[in-house]
């Protein structure tokens, strides 16, 4: 049973438009959310996070969006650059003792110059 | 500040073998987690290390078991090891205690058992 889903494999766009990337989750304990962005031969890089008491997130180019009644959140890369190529994971959390991430298959963004 | 570290960076072990996998902690962080990433999955939680205890662990078998030490570096071991054990070993180290902590990662170690 997946709890974090990305349901898009893969995504292109052209430089300097905007990359929105999808993540739907299940479980209604998850309540911190996250995204990483990973390099083929590197690990993942955190870039942006929200709790599930907001609804938006910005940092720079980079923006996250969160819908708890939908169980939804995005990822907004405006403008997007050719560097942001890369599989991009949404992960979440839970409260308690652990703080384990749970992570959804990724997303392969491509950027064409 | 020196981020995290992992070593060996690539394994290669024989079906009913043993391995164990290094992890040194960013500086300043007293937490650690390991992760399997399989080919085309996501990172998938093994368990956590706080202060030299486990804090936690997924689904995954005795075999595979951990430690962590007063500097916090932490190793991952795993017995009799099986062909589906072969993926990318991640490791993330947090300050701890926090819910909002980030978990930041090394560069994985590639094992392949064969």
């Not at chain 1, 995504?11 to 990483?36: A, H, K, P």
């Not at chain 1, 890369?86 to 652990?98: D, I, K, L, Q, T």
């Not at chain 2, 007293?30 to 997924?58: H, K």
């Not at chain 2, 991952?76 to 991640?90: F, G, I, M, P, R």
């Amino acid at each position: 049973d997946q709890q974090v889903k990305q349901n898009s494999p893969s995504l292109s766009v052209q430089e300097g438009r905007i990359s929105i990337l999808n993540c739907d989750y299940t479980n209604s304990m998850f309540d911190y959310f996250l995204w990483y962005k990973k390099y083929p031969a590197e690990g993942p890089t955190f870039l942006i996070s929200i709790s599930s008491i907001k609804d938006k997130n910005e940092d720079g180019r980079f923006t996250v969006f969160l819908n708890k009644s939908a169980k939804h959140l995005s990822l907004h890369i405006v403008p997007s650059q050719p560097g942001d190529s890369a599989v991009y994971f949404c992960a979440a959390r839970s409260g308690g003792s652990n703080y384990k991430l749970t992570f959804g298959k990724g997303t392969l963004l491509t950027v064409n110059p | 500040e020196t981020g995290v570290t992992q070593s060996p960076t690539h394994l290669i072990k024989t079906r009913g073998q043993q391995v164990t996998l290094r992890c040194s902690s960013q500086s300043g962080h007293n937490t650690v987690s390991w992760y399997q990433q399989a080919l085309g999955q996501g990172p998938q939680f093994i368990f956590q290390y706080y202060r030299e205890e486990e804090n936690g662990r997924g689904n995954f078998p005795p075999r595979f078991s951990g430690l962590q030490f007063p500097n916090y570096s932490s190793e991952l071991n795993v017995n009799a090891l099986e062909l589906d054990d072969s993926a990318l070993y991640l490791c993330a180290s947090s300050s701890g205690g926090r819910n909002t902590d980030t978990q930041y990662f090394g560069p994985g170690t590639r094992l392949t058992v064969l």
